[in-house]
């Protein structure tokens, strides 16, 4: 069974001021490349040659002239547009007809880490299950956070005021085929949107959420700091695809 990719490209990218008045925060540079080269670097590097890129209606068009067919990047790009901001899970619904029974390997877009995510891509083959990056942050209030033990998530809270934990999970997961049928399940979160949090714990609640660690470094761009932090780890030490 085939594993398809989608990249996730929404957002207004609010946190990041003037930067992103005019473009969406995806086509900035981190180091010698546009932001949205990397998720799509490791979804092929991985052996993944069928994405998806969701966006908003003003910049979908910039990436389909940036990106084209996917030819050049050695895969097949298909462009999916998201009318609303509607949170994470919202815009990974939109993809159920793309994916067509088969397991999904999503990637915010944002998120630029070091290692390659071949054998995540490999293990997620034959398997039924979710699976969640986790990595040890400083901020932990700035994410969803896994209270992990001995190799297994205990809970997950979504930006939490007192975390119970330090893990992160990160912006990388693998999804089985049902996954659309749980995202049609969900109500909107207090701000009012469909939180990917509540997906990750219907797989945990039915004991079908793994989780990896992530070796390496691995940072959000999606504010001012976070995103001079992307550029300065790229460019000391490139990512592997």
Not at 47 to 67: A, N, Y
Not at 117 to 139: F, H, P, T
Request: with cysteine; charged share 20%; hydrophobic share 40%.
């Amino acid at each position: 069974m085939s594993l398809r990719g989608i990249i996730l490209a929404g957002g207004k990218g609010t946190r990041l001021g003037e930067l992103t008045r005019v473009t969406n925060k995806l086509l900035l540079p981190v180091g010698p490349l546009p932001m949205i080269y990397y998720p799509l670097k490791k979804l092929v590097g991985a052996g993944i040659t069928e994405i998806l890129l969701v966006s908003g209606t003003e910049h979908i068009g910039d990436f389909v002239e940036l990106l084209g067919s996917g030819r050049e990047h050695g895969c097949s790009l298909t462009y999916l547009v998201q009318d609303e901001a509607g949170g994470i899970a919202q815009a990974l619904g939109l993809a159920e007809r793309f994916c067509a029974g088969t397991p999904c390997m999503v990637i915010l877009g944002d998120n630029i880490f070091e290692h390659s995510i071949s054998s995540l891509a490999i293990g997620a083959m034959n398997e039924n299950d979710a699976l969640v990056v986790l990595k040890r942050v400083a901020d932990p209030k700035r994410y969803g956070v896994a209270q992990w033990e001995s190799g297994k998530i205990l809970s997950i809270e979504e930006k939490p005021e007192k975390p119970k934990d330090n893990f992160a999970v990160t912006g990388i997961y693998i999804y089985p085929p049902d996954v659309f049928e749980v995202v049609k399940t969900l109500k909107p979160s207090a701000r009012g949107e469909l939180e990917i949090t509540d997906v990750n714990n219907h797989y945990l609640q039915q004991n079908r959420l793994r989780c990896r660690v992530m070796n390496g470094y691995w940072t959000d761009a999606g504010t001012p700091e976070s995103l001079a932090e992307a550029n300065r780890l790229v460019t000391e030490n490139p990512p592997r695809f």
